[in-house]
Antibody
Framework: QVQLVQSGAEVKKPGSSVKVSCKAS????????FTWVRQGPGQRLEWMGG????????DYAQKYQGRVTINADDSTGTVYLQLRSLRPEDTAVYYCTRGLGATLYYFDYWGQGTLVTVSS | DIQMTQSPSSVSASVGDSVTITCRAS??????LAWYQQKPGKAPKLLIY???TLQSGVPSRFSGSGSGTDFTLTISSLQPEDFATYYC?????????FGQGTKLEI
């Protein structure tokens, strides 16, 4: 059974950075795309970027270019999201997701979500 | 970016009813569309992908159709557990935009 287990809630100051982890278990890690989707309070789901561990390089939504880094550690089956220069509007639940394949961006598994609160 | 617009934003229905939600893409996405169900405080759940393929374990009362720019999700014979928010998502090209959601209420 595939599971994505994310790190715990974070409270950050504006201008700081946050790093959220997502540990995958139960299936082959490297050959799927893993992505990050966030949801602000009462907002729609928003795709941020993703990585296929076997390929190594990440793709990012233009909105986050320069502020976000997604990487993966094959040895531990963990994917990471780092978001820098945090703003109050980055307050959201951040979800790790897995795609149906390396190039299939249909998200069949989701982590439990990590609440990131940005407040002074 | 491809924009995804759902309608209606909310809909009221009763147990046993049938409901249809529509999703329109701002450009042709062929059949690269998914539907998700989200309940309060929970992660979304994949219901349908490739516009009409039912994800494993999803009840057959859920069905999807459409291609190009216009898509529908139909839920027949609504059950109490179906009251949730539904999102469409285009998987044709990144960024993989979601619709704004449709809240299905009793």
């Amino acid at each position: 059974q595939v599971q994505l287990v994310q790190s715990g809630a974070e409270v950050k100051k504006p201008g700081s950075s946050v790093k959220v982890s997502c540990k995958a278990s139960g299936d082959t890690f490297s050959s799927y795309v893993f992505t990050w989707v966030r949801q602000g309070p009462g907002q729609r789901l928003e795709w941020m970027g993703g990585i296929v561990p076997a390929f190594g390089t990440a793709d990012y939504a233009q909105k986050y270019q320069g502020r976000v880094t997604i990487n993966a550690d094959d040895s531990t089956g963990t994917v990471y999201l780092q978001l820098r220069s945090l703003r109050p509007e980055d307050t959201a639940v951040y979800y790790c997701t897995r795609g149906l394949g390396a190039t299939l961006y249909y998200f069949d598994y989701w982590g439990q979500g990590t609440l990131v609160t940005v407040s002074s | 970016d491809i924009q995804m617009t759902q309608s209606p934003s909310s809909v009221s229905a009763s147990v046993g009813d049938s409901v249809t939600i529509t999703c329109r893409a701002s450009q042709d996405i062929r059949s690269w569309l998914a539907w998700y169900q989200q309940k309060p405080g929970k992660a979304p759940k994949l219901l349908i992908y490739a516009a009409s393929t039912l994800q494993s374990g999803v009840p057959s009362r859920f069905s999807g159709s459409g291609s190009g720019t216009d898509f529908t999700l139909t839920i027949s014979s609504l059950q109490p557990e179906d009251f949730a928010t539904y999102y469409c998502q285009q998987a044709n090209s990144f960024p993989y935009i979601f619709g704004q959601g449709t809240k299905l209420e009793i």
